[in-house]
């Protein structure tokens, strides 16, 4: 017997006749003779209406009593599956995440998994019941309070039972056929991967890609779950990410073997975008050592989290440099606003603030072992006469920053120059991925 963790995202749940079909899926995994943990999040937009109502009474609501509230969300969807489970005639318990043992560190809104204690999941599974399981909270044992584990986090406690429970695999459902080698509403030749590995996925994943979220991705790899990510609305498989090692399970199926392997592993997986970032070029900054660590120290003091940084050898005026970073758009106003407070300090020039960025990024584990990688993504924009602003690079990733405005035709035009393209135009849900 197998041991299944299935998670349903949002919109999978989003009203009486999703939740029964849903309980339909759960059954017809329970009746295949597998025991069944399922984690639930919060019916459709349930959380970013709770949010909103939070700020309508309180400007700057308390932490404690926003998880209070967040968490109750994920509790209405975990009661209404096990009561359409019972009308279908089965077993089914639902337990809040600190009923389900989910221990978490204590930040309130981002709280961190630290251990699963799955005593009662484990009694209720020998019972003979399907469990179900608020996602996205947990509980901190020091300050005895509930906590949110941060937007989208009912894929991270779903990965988390996986690997508590040492199940077979853990399905992770939304809207969407699986992971794709583009998002297909940008690029409608996408291809829905079959398998991709973890290392890729938390490229993809950081760089833009919303399929899967990345802590439940790393948590996965850390713990060598199985993820399989696939649609609430069709019994096809999606896709399988892969860890380190990890066999392909479709082997173990018996598919045809030629059709696992002996295709040649492509040297890109797929192309993420991601339009969240914006620009901050700080100009004329001395060129002496310690420049960049007292702009930098400002930004660590906000929080900000940098993504590229790109220092020109020397601008205009000799012995100043010119210094950029992207960050999230919604971090950097503070940051510009802070390093032109401290404009005496800091002596630089001039300060641009550009929020009309988009950025492109190529992954995939072939690049390690290929060269000439790159030159077809700048060819590819070049011929189309995209500008590259910024770029970097780690050992399976090349990212380019753009215009806004010609991300969408430079992930077209990239995706078909890798050879991504697919026979067949992807069918489009109106889908959210969640
Ligand atoms: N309900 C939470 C959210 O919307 C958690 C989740 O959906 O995974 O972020
Ligand atoms: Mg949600």
Do not use: W
């Not at 420049?291 to 590229?308: C, H, K, P, T």
């Amino acid at each position: 017997m197998a041991l299944i963790v299935q998670k349903f995202g949002g919109s999978s749940v989003s009203d009486a006749a999703s939740i029964k079909r849903v309980a339909k899926r759960i059954v017809e995994a329970r009746q295949a003779g597998n025991d069944v943990v399922v984690a639930v999040s919060a019916m459709g937009d349930t959380t970013d209406d709770l949010l909103e109502l939070a700020a309508d009474v309180a400007p700057e609501p308390a932490p404690r009593e926003l998880d209070m509230l967040l968490s109750s969300g994920e509790r209405i969807s975990m009661a209404l599956l096990a009561m359409a489970i019972h009308a279908m005639g089965y077993e089914a318990r639902s337990f809040t995440g600190s009923q389900a043992g989910m221990i978490t560190t204590a930040d309130h809104g981002s709280a961190r998994i630290l251990d699963v204690t799955p005593v009662r999941l484990r009694e209720a599974l020998d019972d003979g019941a399907v469990v179900i399981v608020a996602g996205f909270q947990g509980f901190n044992r020091d300050t005895r309070d509930i906590t949110t584990l941060g937007r989208g986090g009912s894929d991270t406690t779903a990965v988390a039972l996986a690997a508590a429970l040492g199940a077979d695999v853990c399905e992770i459902y939304s809207d969407v056929d699986g992971i794709f080698t583009c998002d297909p509403r940008v690029v409608p030749m996408a291809k829905k991967l079959n398998v991709i590995g973890a290392e890729e996925m938390l490229e993809l994943a950081a760089n833009g890609a919303k399929v899967l979220y990345i802590r439940a991705v790393e948590y996965a790899r850390r713990h060598n779950v199985l993820i399989h990510a696939r649609s609430t609305f069709t019994p096809n498989e999606g896709t399988y990410v892969l860890g380190d090692g990890m066999p392909d399970p479709r082997l173990a199926k018996g598919e045809a073997m030629s059709d696992v392997i002996g295709k040649e592993e492509p040297v890109v997986a797929g192309v993420a975008i991601d339009r969240s970032q914006a620009k901050i070029t700080v100009v004329g900054v001395p060129d002496v050592p310690g420049s960049a660590a007292a702009i930098f120290s400002r930004v660590a003091a906000l929080g900000a989290n940098i993504d590229m940084i790109v220092q020109n050898v020397q601008s205009a005026s000799p012995g100043h440099t010119d210094i950029s970073f992207t960050l999230p758009k919604d971090e950097a106003e503070a940051v510009a606003k802070q390093l032109k407070a401290d404009h005496d300090e800091l002596g630089f020039d001039n300060i641009y603030f550009d929020d009309e960025i988009g950025k492109l990024s190529v992954v995939g584990a072939g690049m390690r072992s290929h060269s000439g990688v790159s030159l077809t993504l700048f060819e590819a924009l070049s011929s189309n006469g995209i500008n590259v602003e910024m770029i970097s690079t780690s050992e399976i990733r090349i990212s380019v920053v753009l215009r806004d405005a010609y991300l969408d035709a430079a992930a077209r035009a990239v995706h078909t120059a890798y050879g991504l393209d697919g026979d067949v135009e992807a069918t489009v849900y109106a889908g959210t991925g969640r």
